[in-house]
Structure formats: structure tokens, C-alpha cells
């Protein structure tokens, strides 16, 4: 990578962190939806969870560790991964194209949706794509060295990729695609780096593949599952509703694309065997998505991670002319297109307050309620476990000062981590509990609901029951 490419490149980065962390924290009065499930995941270290992989949790882990337990560490935690992101795309777009083209097309990934109005609720989708990305990297490393070490360092980055998720997968027929039909890709590979590229892997990959043994395979069942939800809606429509969405979120990137078509053809040679790999990796995974899809339905936002080379693809089509947008004036739109960004992110409620009534919920003043009552009753008792919905016991937790596990919907199944022996010796206080769970828990008493005024001053009703703690509580 050319020394003014990475000088972009970090200042992009720090961009990202400051704006794109700072945006979504000021906008939220409570936590989104996915971040708050991965912050209560990460209150036990574990290999994996019903429904994914376990490596977003470790981030979030890691960060509270750093920035202590509040909302700004989940916006930080998406941040953080998209800026890792740019600069695998800075070298991959460095790799195959001119210096100039390569800045741009990093910015221009910068204004894909992923990036900014997408990417603020932390999930798996987010957590992928910077290892999406290193994995392509190091996999052009390991062709383009014949390195072992290279091949070692693959299988690492492809075990990360897979324990962000498991669509990690669609890298692997593409990059054998790749080599059956490119005899010069497929002359710089070996069995010997096959075989480190795997081992590495399978060190990395293994513990959560004994994990899944060892929970009935949790997450494959959720998979059907959530196929088993959308079977009902139309295969075709669901192809173009995920066709309309990756348009929609390159949006820039087509209006720049179609603005330049009117310049001349710069001088550009990209070699065969460069523009084989930028489409095998680039649009290969995509493909194989869509092809599933004939047969499965749909969300527009797996596909997420699986971009990283699209600029990279716009360029090679644009045959140089991507050169002509790096100027001042383009540095000053990207600037601007940001903050108009920034400023709908921060203006969503007004824009669309169906959309937003998440974001504006009452969660701290509710968390603070439940808290004093619990305390009311136990003084020196510290609340450890919260049960309910993903959401909102996880965000009763996010703003308890104790550290208080999430028990989600009361089920040691899918939170096997907290068991019904913890429940009776550290007590437990429950969200929205149904008569199932106060009947399986009959220490539970509801409690008188707690009246909180939401941003607009509608009056919430909160319902919640109180089992009492009866012992000496190991959780820590």
C-alpha cells in the first residue's frame, strides 16, 4: 500500500470512529436491537449461542473492558469494525488498481449504506466484514508470495470469518472456482499450503465446532427456524427485494459510476488473471447467494459483508476512469454527503417516527425503576439475573450498575449459562413474564407495574415479577 493511500486510509478510519460512533450515541436514547443482544451474550464467555457465533460478543466484552458498560461502547464496537474494514479495501483496491483509483474507490465504499445509516446496530453482518475482507487479502498474499506462512495466517483469518458467521463459507467455492478456472492463480498454490491454510483453520474454528456437539447444533436449527418464518412470502419477490437493497445501499457508488461514464477511457491494463480474481471474489459470493435464494428465502442484510470489492469491481469496469473523481472537490462531497448522513441519522425520529420508536424508548429510566425496586426489597442483595426478551432485559442490564446477567425468556436452553438453582440463590427479577415463567419460578411475585413517561410523554405501563434471592449467589 502506497504511503498516501494509507495516509487516506487512517484518516478514514479515524473519521469513522469519531463521527460514526458519536452519531448514532447522540441520536439513541436506548440501544438497538442486535447491539443489546450481543452485549447480553457477552456477559459470559462462551463458544457459541443458539443463534450464531461468538466472536461479536468477544468485541463487545473487550471494549466494556476498555470504555466500562454503556450504549456509546456498542456504537464503538461497530465503528471500530468498519474501520477495520477500509483498510483490507485500501489494500485490496491498492493490489489491483492505480493509486489514484484506489482512494477512490475506498471512499466510495465509504459511502455504501453498510457504512453509516446500516451500521450502527452491532451484530454478526458488522462483526464479518473486516475478516470478509482480511480474508481476501491474505488470500491474495498467499498466492501472490507461495508463502507458508501466509497460508497459516489464511486459515486464522478464515477461522475468525467463520466464528463472525458462518456465511464465511461462500469465500470457499469461490476461491476454488477461482482456481479451476485460472491456470496462473491455481500455478501459485501447493497440497503443502492447502493443508497449513486447513490446519490453521480447524485450530481456530475447532472449539466452536466441539461447542456445536455439544449443544444439539443450536444455531442450524435457529437457521431453519427463521427459513421456516419467511416460507411463506414469494421467492421472486424476495430476489428483488435483495436485488432493490444492494442497489439501494450503492447507491453512490452507481450515481458516481453513471456521472463518469461520460469521461473518457483512461489508460488502464489490468491483467486477465486480476480481473478473473476481482470477479471470482469480488461478485462471486453474491452470485452464490442469489442462487440459494431460488431455493430459500432472503434478508437484504446478509449480504453485508460479502462487498468488500465492489468499488474495486466498479473500477475494473470503468476501465480507469474512477481516476477522474480524486480531487479537492470529491474530498469535499464525501465530506458533505457524510454529514447529510450524520444529519438524517440524528433527525430519523422526525423523518420517521414508526422506524425510530426504538431508539427514543424510556430504557434508562426503566432500567433505573426496576433497579430502586429491587434494592427497595434487597438492600445488599445486587441484582444478577434479568429475564425476558432479548431487548428489554438486555437493556435493564446495560443500565443496572450491577453487572446482571440477561436469563432471555427465563430459558437455560438458549442461556445455558445461567441455570434455575442460580435463579433460586441470586433471585431474579422478570420483564413481561408470562404464566408459564411464574409458574415454573413460583417464588415470583408480581409487582405493582411502574408508570414511565416515554419522550413524547406517553404514559408505559411496565409490567414485572421479583423472585426472591434464597442463598448464597456463586454468579460472579
Known amino acids: 500500500m502506497s504511503k498516501n493511500l494509507q495516509r487516506f486510509t487512517l484518516s478514514l478510519m479515524v473519521f469513522q470512529l469519531v463521527f460514526w460512533t458519536l452519531i448514532p450515541y447522540l441520536a439513541h436514547h436506548a440501544p438497538p436491537l442486535d447491539a443489546t443482544e450481543m452485549y447480553g451474550w457477552s456477559l459470559s464467555f462462551e463458544w457459541g449461542f443458539y443463534k450464531h457465533p461468538p466472536m461479536p460478543t468477544w468485541l463487545v466484552a473487550a471494549v466494556q473492558m476498555v470504555v466500562g458498560k454503556n450504549m456509546l461502547s456498542l456504537f464503538l464496537c461497530a465503528s471500530l469494525v468498519i474501520s477495520a474494514t477500509y483498510w483490507s479495501v485500501a489494500w485490496l483496491a491498492g493490489r489491483f488498481l492505480s493509486e489514484k483509483e484506489a482512494i477512490v474507490a475506498l471512499f466510495l465504499y465509504a459511502l455504501t449504506i453498510y457504512c453509516h445509516l446500516w451500521s450502527t446496530d452491532f451484530n454478526h453482518n458488522q462483526m464479518q466484514m473486516p475478516f470478509w475482507a482480511l480474508s481476501l487479502v491474505c488470500l ?269 425468556h427465563a430459558d437455560s436452553v438458549i442461556t445455558p449459562w445461567i441455570k434455575e438453582s442460580d435463579v433460586q440463590e441470586c433471585g431474579m427479577l422478570m420483564m413481561n413474564p408470562s404464566q408459564d415463567q411464574l409458574q415454573r419460578f413460583s417464588q415470583a411475585k408480581l409487582q405493582k407495574p411502574l408508570q414511565i413517561y416515554s419522550k413524547n410523554s406517553e404514559v408505559l405501563e411496565i409490567q414485572y415479577a421479583i423472585s426472591p434471592p434464597q442463598g448464597n449467589c456463586q454468579l460472579k
Open 140 to 408: 491474495t498474499k498467499t498466492l501472490d508470495t507461495g508463502s507458508s506462512k501466509w497460508a497459516c495466517i489464511l486459515g486464522v483469518v478464515m477461522g475468525l470469518n467463520a466464528l463472525s458467521k458462518y456465511t464465511a463459507a461462500f469465500i470457499v467455492p469461490c476461491a476454488i472456482f477461482l482456481l479451476v478456472i485460472s491456470p496462473t492463480w491455481r500455478q501459485k498454490l501447493n497440497w503443502q499450503m492447502i493443508a497449513i491454510a486447513a490446519t490453521s483453520f480447524f485450530v481456530v474454528f475447532g472449539p466452536h465446532l466441539y461447542w456445536l456437539t455439544q449443544h444439539d447444533f443450536m444455531p442450524f436449527h435457529y437457521v431453519g427456524e427463521r427459513f421456516d418464518e419467511m416460507k411463506d412470502s414469494s421467492r421472486f419477490l424476495d430476489l428483488l427485494d435483495y436485488l432493490g437493497n444492494i442497489a439501494l445501499a450503492h447507491l453512490c457508488l452507481i450515481i458516481a459510476a453513471l456521472y463518469l461514464l461520460r469521461e473518457k477511457v483512461k489508460s488502464s491494463v489490468m491483467l486477465k488473471e486480476d480481473q478473473i480474481f476481482i470477479w471470482t471474489l469480488g461478485v462471486g459470493p453474491v452470485l452464490l447467494t442469489i442462487g440459494v435464494g431460488v431455493f430459500v428465502p432472503l434478508y437484504y442484510r446478509w449480504v453485508i459483508p460479502m462487498l468488500p470489492m465492489v468499488t474495486i469491481v466498479a473500477a475494473m469496469l470503468l476501465r480507469g476512469r474512477l481516476a477522474y473523481l480524486y480531487s479537492k472537490k470529491s474530498f469535499f462531497l464525501f465530506i458533505a454527503l457524510e454529514i447529510i448522513f450524520g444529519a438524517a441519522y440524528l433527525y430519523k425520529d422526525k423523518i420517521n417516527p414508526q422506524q425510530s420508536a426504538r431508539a427514543n424508548y424510556p430504557a434508562p429510566e426503566i432500567a433505573r425503576a426496576v433497579y430502586q425496586e429491587w434494592h427497595l426489597l434487597y438492600p445488599t442483595q445486587p441484582l444478577k439475573i434479568v429475564s425476558g426478551g432479548e431487548w428489554q432485559a438486555g437493556f435493564v442490564s446495560l443500565f443496572s450498575p450491577d453487572k446482571t446477567y440477561v436469563y432471555t
